[in-house]
């Protein structure tokens, strides 16, 4: 069993910022690389970073660069998105994601590379 719990989201005005935390527990040796995505009303869910196993290699969406940091503590089994200067199109419900595969360096950009998911976590960021 794996299980994913996200925090950390909330109302926030434009500009502002927030972390969200996600926390793995359960089998926490099956899970690797961890990703956060995205989902707004009526649009597909979209990928939004992801850092490997050992923290070495990260990778962004073009839309969050320069103003989301992933960030993961292995001792803690938990792994964080600091936002910030937030705009309203960030608005979403934020997912947390696990990769299943073992290996140490290796990131994905798509859905279908996650085995595990949390419930989300909604970031609404007004005008």
């Known amino acids: 069993q794996v299980q994913l719990v996200e925090s950390g989201g909330g109302l926030v005005q434009a500009g502002g910022s927030l972390r969200l935390s996600c926390t793995t527990s359960?089998?926490?040796?099956?899970?690797?690389?961890m990703g956060w995505f995205r989902q707004a009303p009526g649009k597909e869910r979209e990928f939004v970073a992801a850092?490997?196993?050992?923290?070495?290699?990260?990778r962004y969406t073009d839309s969050v660069k320069g103003r989301f940091t992933i960030a993961r503590d292995n001792t803690k089994n938990t792994v964080y998105l600091q936002m910030n200067a937030l705009k309203p199109d960030d608005t979403a419900v934020y997912y947390c994601?696990?990769?299943?595969?073992?290996?140490?360096?290796?990131?994905?950009?798509?859905?279908?590379?996650?085995?595990?998911w949390g419930q989300g976590t909604q970031v609404t960021v007004s005008s």
């Open positions: 994601a696990g990769d299943g595969s073992r290996s140490t360096s290796v990131v994905h950009i798509t859905a279908s590379g996650y085995d595990y």
């Open positions: 359960g089998r926490t040796s099956s899970v690797y690389a």
């Open positions: 850092i490997s196993w050992n923290s070495v290699t990260t």
